[in-house]
């Protein structure tokens, strides 16, 4: 549905090194929700913008369906009033002095469409109902909630009746709880609808919660793409590993290698490890294990614990993290149930679980 080819932008006037959107390559398939995951500064709105038509790119191709909508080289660039898109900001660029529903034919009455005053609240109503708005539809729009706002905006969007929706950041002006109530309606639209979606976030666990698919980008680039489940289990590269808040890292050497998985032992005994990618015997890898897979007891039952300390602990609601120095190494273990009662200081083994943890080659090492 779309479909993205060399795509990069350098934006003029700036001592930059690199592209702000580098040589992407990309296809977002029809009726998926596609996610732009990366830190600040990575290239996912330029990304964005450029797929909107709100920016030129400096050299590639965008298609939409099959229409080729910009190509630098063949001098085509078609306009975002142009485009069969819906676009969603993080400012949620509600006009103030409009209701909710004139917020929301306005574009429809505009422009070229022109459309008549009954037709375009009609339809204006439609997709207020569709984000499940329609009560709110005479109210100003100053006495939405932040929430209600950015459903407004969503709804804006949808009018157009748009093959493809762009959403750059849209919950990151909201509070936790309507995050999550506004995220889930966002996801429930695009699946009723089955409406091509691209959506920007820094927010990992946002990612997982809406997406089809996530792309991780770094400095212009595409890192790897993959589906939520598997970007989450079994990321391929540190990078990910590392953005997807997989904290413990340890250097070790393939023992028994294998398809998908790996024997690899480290400096504190042998783990059975994910490999995202061939680990041939005796090669150098990074173990990464999730805080949730490393138990702690007071007792080696297993036989497999390493011995550590207890460095400090951090309470988050429905768990705990707690900080352990094995050897040089400060680990992070989350334990979901009641405190186990720890204090610095305390003597503790730290037991990981088998196959979980993802085994990825060592790039360093390896140019070596
Ligand atoms: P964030 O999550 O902070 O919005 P992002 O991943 O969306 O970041 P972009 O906004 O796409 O990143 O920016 C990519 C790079 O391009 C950054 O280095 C940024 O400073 C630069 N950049 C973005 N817009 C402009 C602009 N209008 N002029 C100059 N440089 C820009």
Redesign the pocket.
């Known amino acids: 549905m779309i479909e993205v080819r060399g795509l990069t ?1 350098r ?4 001592t ?1 090194t ?1 592209n ?2 580098d040589g992407i390559d990309l296809e977002i398939p029809e009726g998926k929700l596609v996610t ?1 995951l ?12 450029l797929i909107a038509g709100l920016e030129r790119p400096d050299a590639g191709e965008i298609r939409i369906g099959s229409r080729l909508m910009c190509a630098p080289a063949e001098g085509v660039f078609v306009g975002v009033h142009h485009r069969p898109i819906g676009v969603v900001f993080q400012s949620y660029a509600v006009w103030p002095h409009m209701t909710a529903v004139q917020n929301v034919m306005f574009p429809l009455q505009s422009g070229q469409k022109r459309m008549g005053r009954t037709e375009a609240r009609r339809r204006a109503m439609e997709a207020l109902e569709m984000v499940g708005l329609a009560e709110f539809a005479d109210r100003p729009a100053p006495a939405l909630s932040g929430g209600q706002q950015q459903r407004v905006s969503l709804a804006r969007a949808l009018t157009r009746e748009p093959e493809v929706l762009l959403l ?2 849209p919950l990151s002006n909201l509070d936790a709880g309507l995050r999550d109530r506004v995220r889930d309606e966002i996801r429930s639209v695009q699946q009723r609808l089955g409406i091509t979606t691209v959506f ?1 976030t ?1 927010d990992q666990d946002e990612a997982l919660a809406v997406s089809d698919e996530v792309v991780v ?1 770094d400095h ?1 680039r595409i890192v790897e793409r993959g589906q939520a489940q598997d970007i989450y289990r079994c990321p391929r590269e540190e990078f990910t590993a590392r953005f997807m808040g997989i904290s413990n890292s340890l250097p070790g050497t393939v023992q028994e290698g294998g398809q998908d998985m790996a024997e690899i032992s480290l400096a504190h005994g042998r783990l059975r490890c994910l490999t995202p990618a061939a680990a041939p015997v005796g090669s150098r890898v990074n173990v990464f294990i999730r805080p949730e897979s490393l138990r702690l007891s007071r007792k080696d039952s297993s036989g497999r614990g390493w011995k550590g300390t207890v460095e400090f602990s951090i309470y988050h609601g429905d768990c705990w993290d707690y900080h352990v120095r094995v050897g040089d190494t400060l680990l992070r273990s989350r334990m979901y149930r009641e405190k186990v009662g720890l204090a610095h200081g305390d003597p503790v083994f730290v037991v990981p679980e088998e196959e979980t943890a993802i085994a990825i080659a060592d790039k360093i090492a390896a140019s070596d």
Not at 11 to 14: A, D, K, T
Not at 40 to 47: A, E, F, H, V, Y
Request: aromatic share 4%; glycine share 18%.
């Open positions: 932008k934006y003029p006037g700036r930059v690199r702000a959107v732009l990366g830190p600040s500064g990575c290239g996912k709105t330029t990304t964005l913008r750059d950041e920007v820094h980008m212009g």
